[in-house]
């Protein structure tokens, strides 16, 4: 018989996670997540800790919905704040833990602190990372960890020739009980941050994200079975104001509220239904996206940041976290961002490729400004997206957008910016929504680079 620690990490469910999956049932159980505090502290330069208040409270909803569901099944939740392997090791003696269950995450400091934490008290106990969360396990993809392409084509067919992903397992029914004196609970996100408890989204995002497993699978019914959404996604997917152009699960699957396997097998079962279009594929075809990214950031480990000290942010760069760059299509998206934190993919790609390119700004800071605002921020698809935008590492084609014609295309009457600049509702709808203003200069301690792609707005 063994006293087994669940170290929590972004895994916050229980159905289709392994750490809960037992071959022969522990004599105890003991559920932590410890949220670094390091996380809290500002970091120099961006004036914003890396864990913003939008996200710390869908964090905190989903660890308490998380640690509903371990009482309901005889165990509990411990939620503890400061150095993760510093916790992890004081619990692991003060109890007599001998082995520890961790996600294997994609993330360099993640992987580094389990290796630390196995270095520090491996000697007394089994501590080996499990794979979960993603389609595919390293176990099954068609090639080892070193050898993923460049290329997310070349990785797709070659996963896509011999492609089969396991099925999700069903959420324990009970649990083993907590070891003896070990302590419970949380404490308050109040006392932890206050702007995190007083955060609210803005009605204008038109959609509200509940923390917790169930309400992932809600959404993901309801994207499928309910509104059918999932026959259109492959011509919705771009749209920018709506609940239901795309999904909207990745803050699910980012904090691992909902596995990729889960979606995979619903929208398999959808399929069976309504029989398989071109738009049910294109879910699959994402999520793999998110596999190779996930896949990718194991192979790359702490170059996957780029240069670790962050450079000082430009004036420019402050306008754009501000949504004041004077361009209203990237403008409107960034409000949009601090305004819910989230935002749709093609929004995304348009801010970021205007910062790398036309700000001339460094990709760096934006990824750590997505860190900071996004509810679903994930280590590998926030910094690899960020890469490919910016055409560093891997694959290092030009990726420019021309940010004018991608806002003509994509918001033709300029519904999207004038929603969230109602200044510009007052201009008749199409093209004069989306043209350039000129930043007062006052505003910034500096006046902007000129545009270059622009015509002088004057
Ligand atoms: C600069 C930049 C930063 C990004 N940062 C993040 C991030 O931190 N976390 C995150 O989950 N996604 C990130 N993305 C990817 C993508 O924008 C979001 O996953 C998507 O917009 C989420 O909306 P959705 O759930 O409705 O996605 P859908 O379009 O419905 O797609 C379904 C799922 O597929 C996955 N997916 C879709 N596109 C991508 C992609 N390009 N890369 C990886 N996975 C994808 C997501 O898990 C998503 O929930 C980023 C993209 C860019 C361009």
Redesign the pocket.
């Known amino acids: 018989m063994s006293r087994v620690l669940v170290w929590l990490r972004s895994d916050l469910r229980l159905a289709d996670n392994p750490l809960f999956h037992f071959p022969t049932p522990p004599e105890s159980l003991l559920c932590v997540f410890v949220l670094d505090d390091t996380w809290l502290d500002s970091l120099p330069g961006l004036d914003a800790p890396r864990i913003g208040p939008a996200r710390l409270q869908f964090l905190w909803k989903n660890l308490i919905e998380l640690r509903g569901e371990l009482l309901k099944r005889g165990s509990d939740l411990l939620v503890r704040i400061g150095n993760p392997v510093e916790a992890i090791a004081e619990l692991v003696e003060a109890h007599a833990i001998d082995a520890v269950r961790v996600r294997a995450d994609a993330g360099w400091e993640e992987s580094q602190a389990s290796v630390t934490l196995a270095e520090r008290i491996g000697g007394q106990l089994s501590m080996a990372p499990h794979d979960s969360g993603m389609l595919l396990d390293e176990a099954s993809l068609p090639m080892a960890v070193e050898d993923i392409p460049a290329s997310f084509s070349a990785f797709r067919r070659k996963v896509e020739r011999r492609w089969e992903v396991p099925a999700a397992a069903p959420a324990p029914v009970t649990l083993p009980g907590w070891p003896a004196n070990a302590p419970r609970g949380f404490p308050s996100l109040g006392k932890v941050c206050a702007r995190a408890a007083a955060w609210a989204p803005d009605a204008r995002g038109g959609f509200a994200f509940s923390g917790g497993e169930a309400a992932a699978r809600a959404r993901l019914d309801h994207y499928l079975w309910e509104s059918g959404a999932v026959a259109r996604y492959k011509q919705t997917?771009n749209g920018l104001v709506g609940a239901n152009f795309?999904?909207?699960?990745?803050p699910w699957?980012?904090h691992g509220c909902l596995s990729a396997r889960q979606v995979h097998d619903a929208v398999r079962a959808w399929e069976a239904s309504h029989g398989a279009n071109e738009s049910s594929y294109w879910?699959i075809f994402?999520?793999l996206?998110?596999d190779y990214?996930h896949w990718a950031a194991r192979q790359e480990g702490a170059s996957l940041y780029g240069e670790r000290q962050l450079p000082a942010p430009s004036p420019g760069f402050r306008a754009w976290c501000e949504g004041c760059t004077g361009v209203p299509f990237v403008d409107a998206a960034m409000r949009e961002l601090s305004a819910t934190g989230w935002l749709?993919?093609r929004a995304?790609?348009n801010v970021?490729s205007f910062l790398v390119n036309e700000l001339d700004g460094d990709w760096r800071l934006g990824a750590a400004w997505?860190e900071h605002c996004?509810l679903?921020?994930?280590v590998a698809?926030?910094w690899g997206?960020?890469r490919y935008?910016a055409g560093v590492g891997r694959d290092t084609r030009d990726r420019r957008f021309n940010v004018l014609k991608q806002a003509a295309h994509y918001d033709p009457a300029g519904d999207y910016v004038a929603h969230w600049q109602p200044e510009l509702a007052e201009l008749p709808p199409g093209q004069a929504r989306h043209q350039p203003w000129r930043v007062s200069p006052s505003r910034f301690a500096a006046p902007l680079a000129p545009l270059s792609l622009f015509a002088d707005p004057d």
Not at 246 to 250: H, Y
């Open positions: 997917r795309s999904t909207r699960l990745s699957l980012a879910v994402e999520l996206w998110r990214f749709s993919n995304r790609q970021a997505f996004l679903d921020y994930d698809s926030n997206n960020w935008v």
